[in-house]
């Protein structure tokens, strides 16, 4: 089993910034990805939107929707990664949900997700 924890989010005007975390603890495989997706109001029952991961072996991907304002970076010695969301816009509004996949078996686990609002 792998328990998530994100920390992170919170009130934010358009074209400031956050950063959110996210620790991975419990029995944690050799190969593994770890990401970021999110959903935003509204859009409970839609699949949530993927924004980027990193593999185990250090291989980061974004989404092509995320412009590059958003730059994931992981301390994997520790099990944690980060999300550095810059220029957001209110659209950038969401739950936003650490997910860790684990490729031993194949087991998918998710984080209670932190909220980022874009509001003036």
């Known amino acids: 089993q792998v328990q998530l924890a994100e920390s992170g989010g919170g009130l934010v005007q358009p074209g400031g910034s956050l950063r959110l975390s996210c620790a991975a603890s419990?029995?944690?495989?050799?190969?593994?990805?770890m990401g970021w997706y999110r959903q935003a109001p509204g859009k409970e029952g839609h699949e949530r939107q993927r924004?980027?991961?990193?593999?185990?072996?250090?291989?980061?991907n974004y989404s092509d929707s995320m412009n590059g304002r958003f730059t994931l970076s992981g301390d994997l010695a520790k099990n944690t990664i980060y999300l550095q969301m810059s220029g957001l816009q209110p659209e950038d509004t969401a739950v936003y949900y650490c997910?860790?996949?684990?490729?031993?078996?194949?087991?998918?686990?998710w984080g209670k997700g932190t909220l980022v609002t874009v509001s003036s």
């Open positions: 419990g029995t944690i495989p050799g190969s593994y990805r």
């Open positions: 997910n860790f996949f684990s490729y031993l078996g194949y087991k998918e686990y």
């Open positions: 924004v980027a991961h990193i593999s185990s072996d250090g291989h980061i």
